[in-house]
């Protein structure tokens, strides 16, 4: 069999696309009261929640985080460092230490964020903040309201001192007065009004309040979730700070707050090192200064045993060679001694505390590892604050440190080493100066030895003095470690609900959802709808007539006076059965012609239309005879009022004993000439019968008496009735039905056109919608006569 797709024309051109998108515009816009509904609920629906939810500001701070604020250097005057060491910030670090809870738990205890307080009105409550509250809450310590949170409680003011509390849940309600303390439900408080208030305290009656109080680990927790600190950009070293909340004012001192404690936070990491530093310095002076008296009390004594007054300066280049061999022999034992000192403290103290930094030490490689050890150390408290020894962040720092104090005490023990070399070599340089001095007189050169110990010690005091202000003023010094780019400022228009967005996505809900369901709709219908989807899979067939949909309140029986839309399309009906080619017709001598009227499936109605089409006939004036050969289902009793059990076709076909005469009702409708046939009892093999000569007599002697034989056939796709009398038939009108017809059943109709199993096919719609986009006269309607009814302006859909 061929290929049913092949009747298929799919060739188009830019016209027919056009069209058929008009086609399927016009086929959505029948149904535009839905999507006004649509759009009205769902933009109302926009309209109620933007009206009743609450605002939500995002606010921003930015911030640039600098390092190793402490900015002095402890080494000396020579070889100083810049004052602020710009060196690149470990921004992970310093965004963990933002969102810790121990800075969060000063902002929410410095700010008193465990309270809150709203302003009810007409439709929803706003959160309040500082001088927007007319009273503030005062938590008397107990241990109910520092462990779990209360209830959202509601302040109505009786009077400017009387005031109601109530808890909606649990139905409680009670009077206090205003700074008396109470109790409520359990919760100890007292409630004072507000001095900073900006509003009338008198007129404070008509107005609902809510207040509750969290614990403080609670507001820590919900102060970290809402905080966000993210860097600016991939390459920055800025850090951008945000939160989101209900008040402005409220958004931004929170911020604000965090940065001013984040700030504190880093000096007071600084100040420590440089405190420690201090300490050390002061007991290396407390031991100088006991031997630099030593020294002094040494000369005094020497001079007064042996009365001498002033040594003469007759000391030569000799002496003063030997003074500088000895100051270098002391400078080079105070780092010596200094190294030993340092490393005693480094061996002796914990591991994790911080060590002296910069304490006289000309050594840079022990200085620079000194500095990033203590870097360590206070990274090390940091991430303990909201970690454990266990987390593995902590324990790689732990690593890092222990190698520090190796490579510490490494460069230190090679130091030393260093150190001792260089002061055997200057002592035997000394002894050389020494032997050559061994000429000068006992007493002038006790008095110069002892001279020189003083000079040297004198000159190690005044240098620890030195280091020991510069360790109180980095103490003292309080510089930021960030810099401020923005303080905190709010976005003008809330983030959360946004309305252009929601009002914009309710129209396209309004559209879509409306659009969505016809689309599933039209998806799976799969009923005509329209001649256009006939002619689309019936291509080669000849469309005879479009019958528009019959109304319960019109007569089923079209009578010859009668002008309405379905009557005229009967008479088109007739009129285009004379261009039905009837040049196959086996008797050629006779005018009569045999239309028969069939369907696929019941329920298309052919019955209805072979009934008008012959009163569309006999209206004409012709002679026409209704056949009903619908044996297993008839139908035409029912519309002209007949008996059922009338004599018809089946008792003609096996009672040779009865005539056409017999069968025939003449008159079968007042005031129509139409003469009808009934099908007669239901027999149990109807195909046999038809098959019979007496029906080709039947037809034979029909076809003498009238013009026209309008047979009603049996459905073709149920039973073979219809194709096994095609061969009688001159015309044959195929019925199909708007919105009932499936367009499955459409490759069983191109069958039997392509087999020619029925003769001289015409296919007839039925059942129409006389309006909208589907109407079979697509706008141009009948009834041109005095019954034309004007389509109302508001109908044009």
């Known amino acids: ?123 929803k409550s706003s959160e309040i903040w500082k001088n927007e509250r007319p009273f503030k809450v005062e938590w008397i310590d107990n241990d109910s309201v520092y462990d779990v949170s209360t209830p959202l409680y509601t302040v109505v003011f009786e009077s400017l001192n009387k005031f109601e509390i ?75 700070i945000s939160i989101k909340g209900q008040n402005k004012e409220k958004n931004e001192d929170i911020l604000n707050a965090l940065i001013d404690q984040f700030n504190s936070d880093g000096i007071e990491d600084n100040r420590l090192v440089a405190k420690r530093t201090e300490e050390f310095v002061i007991e290396r002076l407390e031991y100088l200064v006991s031997e630099l008296d030593t020294v002094e009390s040494g000369l005094a004594s020497y001079k007064s045993e042996n009365d001498l007054v002033e040594i003469e300066n007759n000391a030569t280049a000799l002496f003063g060679k030997s003074t500088e061999a000895e100051l270098r022999v002391f400078e080079l034992s105070n780092q010596l001694s200094l190294t030993r000192n340092f490393k005693e403290e480094l061996t002796e103290q914990d591991k994790y505390e911080l060590l002296p930094a910069r304490i006289g030490i000309t050594n840079d490689n022990i200085n620079s590892f000194t500095e990033t050890y203590n870097q360590k150390i206070l990274e090390r408290e940091r991430l303990l604050i909201s970690s454990t020894l266990a987390n593995p962040s902590v324990r790689e720092l732990d690593k890092l440190i222990l190698q520090l104090r190796k490579n510490i005490l490494n460069t230190i023990n090679n130091y030393i080493k260093s150190l001792e070399i260089s002061l055997r ?108 989807q006939v002619k689309t899979f019936l291509p080669n067939m000849p469309i005879v007539a479009e019958v528009p949909q019959h109304k319960e309140e019109e007569n089923k029986v079209i009578l010859p006076n009668d002008r309405s839309s379905i009557a005229e399309s009967f008479r088109i009906m007739r009129t285009n059965l004379n261009f039905l080619s009837v040049k196959n017709r086996k008797d050629t001598t006779s005018s009569s012609e045999v239309v028969f009227v069939t369907s696929t499936t019941k329920g298309e109605g052919k019955t209805f239309v072979a009934i008008n089409l012959a009163s569309s006939l006999v209206s004409a004036k012709k002679k026409t005879l209704l056949v009903g050969c619908d044996l297993r289902n008839p139908q035409i009793h029912n519309y002209l009022n007949l ?88 015309i044959t009108l195929y019925i199909t039905r708007s919105g009932y017809t499936d367009t499955r059943l459409f490759p069983h109709i191109r069958d039997i056109y392509d087999q020619k199993k029925l003769v001289n096919m015409g296919v007839v719609i039925n059942g129409l919608d006389e309006t909208g986009i589907n109407a079979y006269n697509y706008g141009y309607g009948y009834g041109y006569g005095e019954n034309q009814q004007k389509k109302k302006s508001w109908k044009f859909w």
């Open 643 to 730: 008996k059922k059990e009338q004599i018809g076709v089946t008792n003609f076909l096996y009672d040779n004993s009865i005539s056409i005469d017999d069968i025939i009702i003449k008159n079968s409708v007042e005031s129509l000439d139409l003469d009808v046939v009934l099908s007669g009892d239901i027999p149990p093999n109807p195909a046999e019968m038809l098959m019979s000569s007496r029906f080709a007599k039947l037809i034979e002697e029909a076809k003498q008496r009238y013009d026209y034989i309008i047979i009603d056939t049996a459905p073709t796709i149920l039973v073979t009735d219809t194709i096994l009398i095609s061969d009688y038939a001159d």
């Open 425 to 532: 070599e200057v002592q035997r340089r000394e002894r050389e100066f020494d032997s050559n001095i061994s000429r000068l007189p006992e007493q002038e050169k006790e008095i110069r030895n002892i001279k020189r110990q003083q000079a040297v010690k004198e000159k190690l005091y005044l240098f620890l003095l030195q280091k020991r202000e510069e360790a109180a003023l980095s103490y003292a010094i309080t510089a930021p470690i960030i810099k401020v780019v923005d303080y905190a400022h709010t976005q003008p228009s809330p983030v959360s609900p946004k309305s252009q967005i929601i009002l914009l996505s309710s129209l396209v809900i309004g559209l879509v959802v409306p659009f969505g369901v016809l689309y599933i709709i039209f998806l799976f219908d799969t009923k005509i709808k329209t001649k256009d």
């Open 166 to 240: 109530r808890n909606p849940k649990t139905d409680f309600s009670d009077t206090y007065t205003v700074g008396e303390p109470m109790n409520v439900e359990g919760y100890p408080l007292v409630l004072n009004f507000n001095p900073d208030y900006n509003g009338d305290i008198t007129k404070l009656e008509a107005i609902n309040f809510n207040f509750s109080f969290r614990s403080t680990s609670q507001a820590v927790s919900s102060l970290t979730n809402q905080i966000s600190v993210e860097p600016l950009g991939d390459r920055s070293e800025i850090l951008n």
């Open 1 to 123: 069999m061929e290929n049913s797709n092949t009747h298929i024309n799919n060739s188009s051109t830019p016209e027919d696309s056009s069209e058929d998108l008009k086609k399927i515009v016009l086929q959505y816009l029948k149904y535009w009261p839905w999507f006004i509904i649509c759009l009205v609920i769902s933009v109302s629906i926009a309209f109620i929640y933007l009206r009743y939810s609450t605002n939500i500001y995002q606010t921003n701070a930015q911030v640039k985080v600098l390092k190793d604020q402490s900015g002095l250097d402890l080494s000396g005057l020579q070889g100083s460092s810049p004052l602020i060491d710009m060196s690149k910030v470990n921004l992970e670090n310093e965004r963990a230490i933002l969102k810790s809870r121990r800075i969060a738990s000063k902002v929410v205890d410095n700010l008193e964020l465990t309270s809150s307080y709203y302003k009810s009105g007409s439709f």
